[in-house]
Each structure stands twice: as structure tokens, then as C-alpha cells.
T-cell receptor
Framework: GAGVSQTPSNKVTEKGKYVELRCDPI?????LYWYRQSLGQGPEFLIY????????DSGLPNDRFFAVRPEGSVSTLKIQRTERGDSAVYLC?????????????FGPGTRLTVL | DAKTTQPPSMDCAEGRAANLPCNHS???????VYWYRQIHSQGPQYIIH???NNETNEMASLIITEDRKSSTLILPHATLRDTAVYYC????????????FGTGTRLQVTL
């Protein structure tokens, strides 16, 4: 079956611009997570959605970052006034909830480059 | 969630068993040990998890010491496709279960 998909796969933007990154989770998965991964590091948690609501946004680095999931399926991560330090791979994962196994299924990521 | 410690890198010959250690000396009774791996340019992939009993699935085996302070992931017959970064993560199940990745172990499988 279809896995988690993320678009675009690559995004190059200029400092100060606005970007949107999209995540399509596995159908029926109610939990959705965003992570970001800098070169040579493990993924770092950003935000978690259960259904339509953000249950935990403690990982968002500042108020330039915002994410939505209006219908409880597709999610969009929005970054305003991008900075060079935002360059990273942004990963999305989904998980069926409730579930006895907290396995998260990851997408391939979006590589964001801020020039 | 408890902090985990892993060696930064390991090598393994193809066809041999790869044994990847993880230290989690501060793990609490309601924390599971999860293993994920990340092949180059892909998202992380779940491998296996356990609480205190040893576990086995089609991908790997997980051996957890009796005191639960450490564990070992075993890939019984490593192939070149198993070359990846392997992450050991302690998670309190029943919470949001966000994953806290460290830097993992980079396993290089060689001919």
C-alpha cells in the first residue's frame, strides 16, 4: 500500500521567503509527526498531531514555524521568513492510533535549502 | 524518556551477525526500548521494540539484559543493504511517544 509521501522532495528558497512543505500520511493514521534532520544528526522532533489538533508543539524552534492539519489527514508545515539555519531535511511520520505498537512510518523527507 | 548511548560506528562483514549495543542505564519500568534505522537518503524505519523479554521478528532480534540497563540489536546475517544508521530509543508508551533520536550507530557492512 501507499506509504507516507512528502512534497516537494527538494525545495530551494532564498533567505526571507515563505515556504510550505506537505505531508500525506498513510490513510487512516490519526497521529502525524514532523521532525527535522540536520546533516550528521538524528531527526529532531518538531510537532505532533492527534487528529486535527496539535497535541504537542514543543519542538517548534520559534514562531516562524507553524503546522496545520485541518481535516485530520494531510498536514502542511509552514516556515515564514526563512533563515539559512532552517536548511535541513524535514521528515513526516504517521502512526495508527490507538495502537499497542508505537511504530511510526516515515516519509522520504523534503530537503530544504535556504540560500 | 531515558537517555541512550551507542557507539558512533561499527563494521560487519556481509553474512556475519551484526551486534549493535545500546546503553540505557536510567531507563524506567514503563519505558520500552525501540530500534529504528535510517538508510542513506531515506526516512527512518522501525525495526523492533521490547520491554524486558527478548524479541525476534523477520528483521532482527532484540536482547535486553535482565536489569534492563542495556540491550543489543542483532542482525543475524548482515547484507550490504543493512548499511545504515541504527538508533536506539527509550519511549514511555502511552504518551505522545515522540521519538528522541540521538546520533545512533553507523553500521557499515562490507564484502
Amino acid at each position: 500500500g501507499a506509504g507516507v509521501s512528502q512534497t516537494p522532495s527538494n525545495k530551494v528558497t532564498e533567505k526571507g521567503k515563505y515556504v510550505e512543505l506537505r505531508c500525506d500520511p498513510i490513510s487512516g493514521h490519526t497521529a502525524l509527526y514532523w521532525y527535522r534532520q540536520s546533516l550528521g544528526q538524528g531527526p529532531e522532533f518538531l510537532i505532533y498531531f492527534q487528529g486535527t489538533g496539535a497535541a504537542d508543539d514543543s519542538g517548534l524552534p520559534n514562531d516562524r514555524f507553524f503546522a496545520v492539519r485541518p481535516e485530520g489527514s494531510v498536514s502542511t508545515l509552514k516556515i515564514q521568513r526563512t533563515e539559512r539555519g532552517d536548511s535541513a531535511v524535514y521528515l513526516c511520520a504517521s502512526s495508527p492510533r490507538p495502537s499497542g505498537n508505537n511504530e511510526q512510518f516515515f516519509g522520504p523527507g523534503t530537503r530544504l535549502t535556504v540560500l | 524518556d531515558a537517555k541512550t548511548t551507542q557507539p558512533p560506528s561499527m563494521d560487519c562483514a556481509e553474512g556475519r551477525a551484526a551486534n549493535l549495543p545500546c546503553n540505557h542505564s536510567t531507563i524506567s519500568g514503563n519505558e520500552y526500548v525501540y530500534w529504528y534505522r535510517q538508510i542513506h537518503s531515506q526516512g527512518p524505519q522501525y525495526i523492533i521494540h521490547g520491554l524486558k523479554n527478548n524479541e525476534t521478528n523477520e528483521m532482527a532480534s532484540l536482547i535486553i539484559t535482565e536489569d534492563r540497563k542495556s540491550s543489543t540489536l542483532i542482525l543475524p546475517h548482515a547484507t550490504l543493504r543493512d548499511t545504515a544508521v541504527y538508533y536506539c530509543i527509550a519511549i514511555t508508551v502511552g504518551t505522545a511517544s515522540k521519538l528522541t533520536f540521538g546520533t545512533g550507530t553507523r553500521l557499515q557492512v562490507t564484502l
